[in-house]
Nanobody, 115 residues
Framework: QVQLVESGGGLVQAGGSLRLSCVAS????????MGWYRQAPGKQRELVAT???????NYADSVKGRFTISRDNAKNTVYLQMNNLKAEDAAVYYC?????????WGQGTQVTVSS
């Protein structure tokens, strides 16, 4: 069983920045995809950003140019740098690890944006 532990969420003013971290309990090098998703109250969980094993990235249109996903394989950690945060970015952010045979989620970290 793989554990994913997110951290870095919190309260930030609109226009501010946060960096989320997701630490995996095993090596992430070669893992098909690591990603960040979010779920706001009353809404479905949505993709924010993903990174493949070859380091190609994919972003939701709503965060392009503001968010950056990165990984540190030596630390088994994936990051999400969030800049210029908006009220609509407020949500619980989840880390996800996907391989061809497994799919794991973290417990989530809350991001609150005050206007």
């Amino acid at each position: 069983q793989v554990q994913l532990v997110e951290s870095g969420g919190g309260l930030v003013q609109a226009g501010g920045s946060l960096r989320l971290s997701c630490v995996a309990s095993r090596r992430i090098f070669g893992i098909n995809a690591m990603g960040w998703y979010r779920q706001a109250p009353g809404k479905q969980r949505e993709l924010v950003a993903t990174m493949s094993s070859g380091d190609s990235t994919n972003y939701a249109d709503s965060v392009k140019g503001r968010f950056t996903i990165s990984r540190d394989n030596a630390k088994n950690t994936v990051y999400l740098q969030m800049n210029n945060l908006k009220a609509e970015d407020a949500a619980v952010y989840y880390c996800r690890e996907t391989t061809s045979w497994s799919d794991y989620w973290g417990q989530g970290t809350q991001v609150t944006v005050s206007s």
